[in-house]
């Protein structure tokens, strides 16, 4: 059973860090590009990012909002990705979601299993 | 960015009734297409991909149609389970982008 679970969410100020991880399980982790989504209170889904596995060289790619102080790795041998969030503002306040994506060539790469979620809270 | 705008967003539908989401790509996304549905408090599960692919375990009565620049979402009978928020998603070039939801409620 694929199984996703992220944690180190938190309560962090303005301006500060937090790291966040995902532990997978039941599938050959290191097989698969990996996502970050995460969701703000009351509002939709919205894509972070997206690590690529090693054939890929491990490639990044990050949405605008992001891109400079968010960095996705992974450690294919703990079977774990993780979210370094630097520079932290108060709209990045959000449930953050562990995804793995399936890439079939013929039909794109897309989430196929996510996580329950981490809350992060910006707040001073 | 692509923009996908999903019509209606918010429908109140009956037990049994058939419904239809659109979800439409500013700019074409040939069949680079997922649905998904997220209920209260839980994470977002796959229904469908490559537009039209149901997801194993999925129930045959959600169907996914279409290309390029209008998709749609049809539930054939609405089951008490089915009420939830949909989301469709374009994996056809970065930045991967949602639609704002449709917030699908019992009449």
């Known amino acids: 059973e694929v199984q996703l679970v992220e944690s180190g969410g938190g309560l962090v100020q303005p301006g500060g860090s937090l790291r966040l991880s995902c532990a997978a399980s039941g599938f050959t982790f290191s097989d698969h590009y990996m996502d970050w989504v995460r969701q703000a209170p009351g509002k939709g889904l919205e894509w972070v990012g997206r690590?690529?596995?090693?054939?890929?060289?491990?490639?990044?790619e990050y949405a605008a909002s992001v891109k400079g102080r968010f960095t996705i790795s992974r450690d294919d041998s703990k079977n774990s990705m993780y979210l370094q969030m630097n520079s932290l503002k108060t709209e990045d306040a959000a449930v953050y979601y562990c995804?793995?994506?399936?890439?079939?060539?013929?039909?794109?790469?897309?989430?196929?299993?996510w996580g329950q979620g981490t809350l992060v809270t910006v707040s001073s | 960015d692509i923009q996908l705008t999903q019509s209606p967003s918010f429908l109140s539908a009956s037990l049994a009734d058939r419904v239809t989401i659109t979800c439409r790509p500013s700019q074409g996304i040939s069949s680079y297409l997922a649905w998904y549905q997220q209920k209260q408090g839980k994470a977002p599960k796959l229904l469908i991909y490559?537009?039209?692919t149901l997801q194993s375990g999925v129930p045959s009565r959600f169907s996914g149609s279409g290309s390029g620049t209008e998709f749609t979402l049809t539930i054939s009978s609405l089951q008490p389970e089915d009420f939830a928020t949909y989301y469709c998603?374009?994996?056809?070039?970065?930045?991967?982008?949602f639609g704002q939801g449709t917030r699908l409620e019992i009449k």
């Open positions: 490559a537009a039209s």
């Open positions: 690590i690529r596995n090693k054939p890929s060289s491990y490639t990044t």
């Open positions: 998603q374009q994996h056809y070039s970065y930045p991967i982008t």
């Open positions: 995804t793995r994506v399936r890439d079939t060539g013929w039909s794109g790469a897309y989430s196929d299993y």
